[in-house]
């Protein structure tokens, strides 16, 4: 019964009788709505969304569309013209459905799909050229992604396995985050040659070992993060140096390590005597602040810290051991003494005379440590 012109619909429900909410948006799609957000929390069978309803006058007023657990199956172009914002979440629409509706979005600016399972190939094309954001979760059977949008600056892609990708020939994407299984191999060979204009690489990448480095010369500043849900006692850190190596003007490195409330792997805590690796005379001049987060003195990550100290000039190095102290930890119940012991006394004394390592004096299970130096 509103009057005034309702500019934007909002819908989340369990459960929904089908009449009334055709009418529902039969109703505010024919009365200048600007704004659908469809979200219908309920098992099969999905409600079929009214494409037709998408045309007409609507179709020059709606600029941003959110449905989620419902059918979308338009049969013909729908032109909506000032549509900047397609959020679709557990929403059966094919591959062609989706790029009928693409092929006449001119003004779209954001587009997120999230677990699309009918999806096989998602094709972008040239006339969006607004369109700067692309995020892809959990799509399973995405095989292929090629993308013609030359305004493309952020990309998110979050599935199991790598998928073959196109980001255009002249790429301007500069944020990145992938995660998936062989994540960091893909980064390493085939990012400098899709995307050579990268500014932050964000990259989980499970139970993937690295191979030797290689200088591959690409990135201009990345922010890359290591983990995901399975932890691995005997990963090798130092084998992450390929990526200063790789990357000449790396100014940021954000390492984030999952490990498990317990766990127990002698091997893996670094000894009083071992032997450190040590990597050739290169550089890492812009590498200016490195973060690693659950920090633990594994042989392999102490030697990464050192390379990281040896071969660069940090302004912070934050180091956060907040899980060294947990009453149930290895360090803990076997030692019975902090993991900053093995930090004093392999890293401590790397830290260059213009740094100031700070961290707190005790390690009490109330604390979260964190080592800092700042020029």
């Avoid at 602040?289 to 990464?304: D, G, Q």
Wanted: hydrophobic share 35%; glycine share 4%; charged share 20%.
């Amino acid at each position: 019964m509103h009057s005034g012109g309702l500019k934007t619909f909002g819908l989340q429900t369990s459960d929904y009788y089908k009449c009334h909410l055709d009418s529902w948006l039969h109703l505010v799609l024919t009365s200048g709505l600007e704004v659908l957000i469809l979200k219908l929390w309920t098992q099969r069978p999905k409600y079929n969304f009214p494409c037709s309803l998408l045309s007409g006058k609507s179709r020059d007023l709606i600029r941003k569309l959110c449905l989620s657990f419902c059918t979308f199956r338009p049969t013909v172009r729908l032109s909506l013209n000032n549509l900047k914002k397609l959020y679709l979440s557990f929403v059966s629409t094919t591959s062609d459905e989706l790029e009928c509706l693409l092929s006449d979005s001119f003004a779209l600016e954001r587009l997120e799909l999230r677990h699309s399972s009918e999806i096989v190939h998602l094709k972008i094309p040239y006339l969006l050229q607004r369109l700067s954001y692309l995020e892809l979760i959990a799509c399973d059977s995405l095989k292929v992604i090629g993308n013609k949008a030359p305004n493309l600056s952020t990309f998110h892609f979050k599935g199991n396995d790598i998928v073959q990708l196109s980001l255009g020939e002249a790429c301007q994407v500069t944020n990145l985050y992938m995660s998936c299984y062989e994540a960091i191999h893909f980064a390493r060979v085939d990012l400098p040659l899709i995307a050579p204009n990268l500014e932050m690489l964000t990259i989980e990448s499970p139970s993937e070992q690295i191979p030797e480095p290689e200088v591959l010369g690409y990135v201009c500043s990345c922010s890359p993060a290591g983990g995901g849900e399975f932890f691995v006692p005997n990963y090798d850190y130092f084998s992450l140096v390929s990526f200063f190596d790789a990357s000449p003007s790396l100014e940021t490195f954000i390492l984030d390590i999952y490990i498990p409330t317990a766990f127990e792997d002698p091997e893996s805590v670094l000894g009083e005597a071992s032997h450190m690796r040590r990597m050739a005379e290169l550089r890492h001049g812009k590498l200016k602040r490195v973060k690693i987060t659950n920090f633990y003195p594994a042989k392999s990550l102490v030697e990464l810290t050192c390379h990281i100290l040896e071969r660069s000039s940090l302004q912070c190095l934050t180091l956060d051991t907040c899980c060294c102290c947990h009453e149930k930890s290895y360090s803990y119940s076997k030692y019975g003494k902090c993991f900053i012991l093995a930090v004093r006394a392999h890293i401590e004394g790397k830290v260059p005379s213009t740094a100031r390592l700070d961290f707190p004096k005790r390690c009490t299970l109330d604390v979260k440590l964190s080592l800092t130096c700042n020029v």
